[in-house]
């Protein structure tokens, strides 16, 4: 499954992603963490994204996670909107008949997702300020 | 003609406005779209070589010519995940 949720994501996320028959599922769950990448502590967050577009490239990202690592199913989901500190802002799931194959795509795709997805998130401090954060490349 | 500009994160709130109808001359490119955007909002002009261009949900260079129409959306660097 492929999608921008407006709501808190659920468990249900790894049971639409699941395959009968395959041997594992790994999965990433982001979260919002307490601090900036610079050391800021951290009130909350905001994602926007370009849905349309956002969609697009997760379903980029499962094929071509499909083509480098085999046969292995990927699952994408992100939020948007205000987020608190331990809220998941993203879970990227890959299924497949083999560990190795699976740890591989979910690695694979969260590095794509952040790279791009057209996705922006706005990180709010406790002082009121708050700031546009870019990824920087892998 | 008349193309529809998105702008999202930084550049939506730079222009003050997630939607925008720019009138442009036929055969007007990227680049036109994004000079009249520029003329109205300076605040742009630091933000041109970081932003990266989508014309009917596709990348494209800003030298790509517009049709009457289009959605093109502007793009800042992303943050997700």
Redesign the interface.
Known sequence: MFAIARDPIGPHVLDEIARAGDGGIVAFV?VVRDRSDDGRPVDGLS????E???L?AFEDIARDARERFGDVRVGIV?RTGSLRVGDV??VVAASAPHRAAAFAACAYA?DE??????????EAYADGSAR????TPA | MRIRV?T???L?ELVCSPERLLELPAGASVEDAWSALARAFPALDAERGCTRA?CN?RLVAFDQRLADGDEL?L???????
């Open positions: 982001g994602y926007e994204a370009f349309p577009m956002a697009q992100h802002a993203v969260i997702v952040k790279r791009r997805a057209p996705i922006w998130k706005k546009w954060r870019e990824n | 998105l999202f994160a930084r939506r989508a949900g959306a793009l800042p660097p992303v943050g997700g995940g």
